[in-house]
């Protein structure tokens, strides 16, 4: 098999108002768009893509069901968590949880998009001492 993308398709009433959201936040990018579903990739070498479906598009296959949110983590890992924190608090994001040092060996913080997933930001760091060999 040859894959050439691999991406969430999340079916939503809020499908505009969530590519509206990566866009703004995290500058990805249109490349796919009709009335119903909308296709974002990220900038750089190896693009990301994620995608939004209204509940009622005229493929309507037997399923999916309209995404609530629970459950859906959304992880987009950068390269300095403080730094991405700090542009997008001051430009007003909804964050919902603090930039926070995770002892299993992150640094994060979080938003939930329109669709009620819940958008981890993370950068990998080094782990408290012993965390891993206690909870792993």
Known sequence: MKLLDCYTLTVTPAHRDCAAFYRRWFAFTTVFEA?????????????FTLGFMAPDHPSTPPGPAVSRGEG???TLQVADARAEHARLAAAGAPLIYPLTDEPWGQRRFALRDPAGAWVDVVEQTAPAEGWWERHG
């Open 35 to 47: 009335g119903w579903i909308t296709v974002l990739a990220s900038a750089g070498e190896r693009p």
């Open 72 to 74: 859906t983590l959304v």
